[in-house]
């Protein structure tokens, strides 16, 4: 019995290492593979894929990310030439493949992990390390916004107190060259148990005279901050966390405010502040 077991074992173990080489098979820049018209076959690149050509009608690709679907159409497999193509791939860091196809109906490996070539498009790798470059900008940006919004004074003072919990809103400010609106909002918790905050939605709504009319239709917006700064979690009793959200300017129709809601997570405790639609009109620079 324990013999069997042993080799049970032993044929489990081997199967999932056959398995994950073929899930992880490398594939380098000039392997040929096999392309089936039952079966998809995928290729995993380092970096987002921005150009595909399939030298074939009879081979179909797309993509998802850094990963390549391929697939034959099933047409015309009399024909040898319907069965061979090449494919061109380039990703995100300007990488250059090109891959030998052909067709197989049950080809033995579906996966690949394409290897890192040499071989590079300049245009394509000049957009990568432009874009990274910028993203590291924007967030250098967002950092120091964040920074310069919790050392400056406040401009309001805006609050709602529920359920040993205190939420105010004590800074409005406006970034001119950004185009950003900063809000900074303090929670204060004097309850004895310990604050875990589930979300916090921005979102527009009517003033309440106009709520109040039957045959007013209105649709609210959710405001996404496009950064937020602070901790926002564990507000344990006594303790006051400050945090920043960062938006892209927006404004709000004469018959709106913005309301800020908090909910606790795992909880029933919310609090939440209405902020006039003048409020954020007459920010304070920063």
């Given at each position: 019995m324990k013999k069997h077991i042993v080799l049970f074992l032993l044929f489990f173990i081997c199967s999932q290492v056959s398995f994950a080489q073929e899930i992880l098979e490398p594939l380098s820049q000039r392997q040929a593979i096999e392309v089936s018209d039952v079966k998809t076959t995928h290729i995993i690149f380092d970096e987002k894929i921005k150009y595909v050509d399939v030298g074939s009608?009879?081979?179909?690709?797309?993509?998802?990310?850094?990963?390549?679907?391929?697939?034959?159409?099933?047409?015309?497999l009399e024909d040898l030439k319907s069965q061979q193509a090449n494919l061109t791939v380039i990703n995100g860091k300007g990488s250059?493949?090109?891959?030998?196809?052909?067709?197989?109906?049950?080809?033995?490996?579906?996966?690949y992990?394409?290897?890192?070539?040499?071989?590079?498009?300049?245009?394509?790798a000049k957009q990568s390390i432009y874009k990274i470059e910028k993203e590291e900008r924007t967030e250098q940006d967002f950092q120091e916004l964040c920074m310069l919004s919790e050392?400056?004074?406040?401009?309001?003072?805006?609050?709602?107190?529920?359920?040993?919990?205190?939420?105010t809103l004590n800074g409005?400010?406006?970034?001119?060259?950004?185009?950003?609106?900063?809000?900074?909002?303090?929670?204060?918790n004097t309850s004895k148990i310990t604050l875990d905050i589930d979300q916090i939605l921005f979102r527009s709504k009517l003033k309440k005279n106009n709520a109040a009319k039957k045959d007013y239709v209105?649709?609210?917006?959710?405001?996404t901050p496009v950064k937020s700064c602070g901790e926002q979690r564990n507000i344990k009793?006594?303790?006051?966390?400050?945090?920043?959200?960062?938006?892209?300017?927006?404004?709000?129709?004469?018959?709106?405010?913005?309301?800020?809601?908090?909910?606790?997570?795992?909880?029933?405790?919310?609090?939440?502040?209405?902020?006039?639609?003048?409020?954020l009109l007459f920010p304070e620079y920063i």
């Open positions: 009608v009879y081979f179909v690709a797309d993509t998802i990310g850094n990963m390549l679907k391929l697939k034959h159409t099933g047409e015309e250059y493949y090109s891959i030998d196809m052909g067709y197989n109906r049950n080809p033995d490996i579906t996966t992990k394409a290897v890192e070539t040499l071989t590079t498009i300049d245009y394509f050392s400056a004074h406040s401009t309001v003072k805006i609050k709602d107190t529920q359920d040993g919990l205190n939420l409005i400010y406006y970034r001119n060259f950004q185009n950003k609106i900063v809000l900074r909002v303090e929670i204060y209105y649709q609210e917006r959710i405001l009793l006594g303790e006051t966390r400050v945090l920043t959200f960062i938006f892209d300017k927006f404004t709000l129709n004469e018959d709106e405010i913005l309301s800020l809601e908090v909910g606790e997570h795992a909880g029933g405790r919310s609090v939440n502040i209405r902020i006039p639609r003048k409020k």
